[in-house]
């Protein structure tokens, strides 16, 4: 089966016609050249046995080097092994093929909730993209080896949940071409604001499918997707209400070049581009897509998401690729890391009962809004720093509570207390059950002394929810001071 594989492969690679240097912008242009269904046709088949000898030559040295899908699960299962403390395997669905979409999830406390922002990275969308699968095994050993000696690894391995999807599209991959085994390009398979072309649920391809539920499920506060063919940051909006191209910035794009940034000026070359200033470009400006996934992320998955474009070449010899990495590693530690170095982050709570609520913030004047979590209501609202923001906290009946923050370099920790619209009858009681740390002992506790001096237990419970409560917010507190945080406030 792997040598079947590993020999289509290679005979689908030396079909292929794909220009190495394609860029993301070149697509259009370059598309029928480089679809591979084309190039399945009898002046293509012609033209590979004439020059059979040299052009195998060619692909098969493109190839070497690479994983094979077989090798990629290989690593990522001996990554898990390795560092079984600081990380987890699981799979978010199966391609058209069957290949299972493995992701490695990358924290202290891999699986488990926590009051920490949540990053992707999904490398791959493109099956003749190979580049970022690469480097994001790089990245998750480098995390691996370098967790508590390097301040930047303990800090994301401590304070994010870093997942990595190395690759979205294996079909593609092991085919050789952009799309994937049915020929979709999935970054043009997702719903879309302008084009209503994507809104068919059941027709949408199983790896677009599969992000869209991950998305759903955990609650991303960013990511980024790595292209190659061009070398810059770009961010949405990815399309225009008329499909010219223009510069067509969404609600936070004051955030988004300030993200975009993080990555080209942390990056060896890429903010010296000559063809995009500062080595960032809103999408539509470079030329508007439609079903993109960046767009989508941002609208629906209150995912700040960037498109990575790492490489000029989409598929070099692969012996540049730790050069690649080397040029790549900071921009991608520091994207990840900027979720905790930058931005408001809180809980929401009721002042009723001190339980956390999963409310909602936005900022005023940024028509957008960012969810709390429903287990602890935390939030994570990434902002360009060196401005003055009114942050709102609002829940459902509950009086929204407003605040002004000035946000600096580094983050601001701002909780939020809201009051009950009206009384809310047994909420003390409420908070005991409610109650995040061991609330199932403390209810078997509740029910053993029913009915027995009920007045005293009653204030028993009472200080011990307190208790609770302020267990919990001392942990938070030290989790942000690690982070860097420079103050807490609480209103
Ligand atoms: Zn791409």
Redesign the pocket.
């Known amino acids: 089966m792997n040598l079947m594989q590993n020999l289509l492969f290679s005979l689908l690679i030396l079909a292929s016609t794909i220009p190495s240097s394609l860029a993301?912008g070149a697509f259009k242009k370059s598309l029928a050249s480089s679809d591979f269904s084309n190039a399945s046709n009898a002046s293509s088949a012609r033209h590979l046995l004439e020059d059979n000898d040299s052009r195998a030559k060619r692909r098969v040295d493109l190839v070497q080097g690479y994983m094979t899908n077989d090798d990629l699960e290989r690593a990522m299962k001996e990554f898990v092994q390795r560092c079984s403390n600081i990380s987890r395997m699981y799979s978010i669905g199966k391609s058209v093929n069957g290949v299972p979409l493995w992701v490695i999830e990358i924290s202290d406390k891999p699986g488990e909730e926590e009051t920490e922002p949540a990053f992707k990275y999904i490398g791959n969308?493109?099956g003749d993209?190979p580049v970022g699968r690469e480097l994001l095994i790089f990245l998750a050993n480098w995390l691996c080896d370098n967790h508590l000696k390097d301040p930047l690894a303990t800090l994301i391995v401590e304070n994010v949940h870093l997942h990595i999807l190395p690759s979205m599209n294996p079909d593609g991959y092991s085919l050789g071409k952009r799309g994937n085994a049915n020929n979709i390009d999935l970054?043009r398979d997702f719903p879309d604001q302008f084009v209503f072309l994507n809104d068919d649920e059941d027709s949408r391809q199983p790896e677009t499918r599969a992000i869209m539920d991950w998305a759903r499920d955990i609650r991303f506060t960013a990511s980024a997707t790595l292209?190659?063919?061009a070398l810059v940051a770009n961010y949405p909006w990815d399309g225009t209400r008329d499909k010219r191209t223009y510069y067509y910035g969404c609600p936070d794009d004051d955030t988004f070049q300030f993200m975009s940034s993080i990555y080209s000026h942390s990056h060896y070359n890429m903010s010296l581009s000559k063809e995009f200033p500062g080595g960032i470009t809103n999408g539509a400006a470079w030329y508007p897509l439609y079903g993109g996934m960046q767009d989508w992320n941002y609208i629906h998955a209150g995912c700040f998401e960037l498109t990575l474009e790492v490489s000029d070449d989409k598929w070099p010899n692969a012996s540049e690729l730790p050069i690649i990495w080397k040029y790549n590693k900071m921009s991608m530690l520091n994207l990840v890391a900027s979720l905790v170095k930058t931005g408001v982050h809180g809980r929401i709570y009721s002042s009723g009962d001190g339980r956390p609520l999963p409310g909602f913030i936005t900022v005023s004047g940024i028509n957008y809004t960012v969810r709390a979590g429903k287990a602890f209501a935390d939030y994570h609202r990434l902002l360009a720093p060196r401005d003055k923001y009114e942050v709102v906290a609002t829940m459902p009946g509950y009086k929204s509570k407003n605040t002004t923050i000035w946000l600096d370099e580094g983050p601001v920790t701002l909780d939020f207390v809201l009051d009950p619209e009206g009384s809310i009858k047994g909420s003390i009681l409420q908070n005991v059950y409610d109650c995040n740390c061991n609330s199932k002992s403390k209810l078997e506790f509740v029910q053993f002394f029913g009915g027995v001096h009920l007045e005293v237990y009653f204030v028993f419970i009472v200080i011990l929810g307190f208790l609770c409560l302020l267990f919990q917010r001392r942990v938070k507190v030290k989790n942000r001071q690690a982070a860097g945080a420079k103050r807490t406030v609480v209103v």
């Open positions: 993301k969308v493109h993209e970054n292209h190659g063919g």
